[in-house]
């Protein structure tokens, strides 16, 4: 449904008939580390996530895992190395 309480006319899963039904009623505004993110965006009573209503909670115990301008690090595997007297053995099964 379409928020009618603070994201007015933006789109809202908790958005009900009987008004917000998230916890405590309304959606709570970005932290700093939510700054750069493309799923922000400004509305009358300030910035607020159109993926997350409570954008605190998403960065408690690291990087959000809906954040667009997080970077993860890919881990790369080292290449082990092989004993050739194995590995021609295991050529010939």
């Known amino acids: 449904m379409i928020c009618q309480t603070i994201r007015k006319g933006a789109e809202c899963p908790f958005m009900t008939a009987a008004g917000c039904s998230y916890n405590g009623g309304k959606c709570h505004v970005i932290v700093e580390a939510c700054q750069g993110c493309s799923r922000t965006g400004e509305f009358e009573a300030g910035w607020y996530c159109s993926a997350c209503p409570e954008p605190a909670a998403k ?27 194995k590995a021609s053995k295991r050529g010939k099964k």
């Open 59 to 85: 960065w408690k115990n690291g990087n959000c895992n809906l954040a667009t301008h997080v970077k993860t690090a890919t881990v790369v595997e080292s290449s082990k190395k092989l004993n050739p007297l």
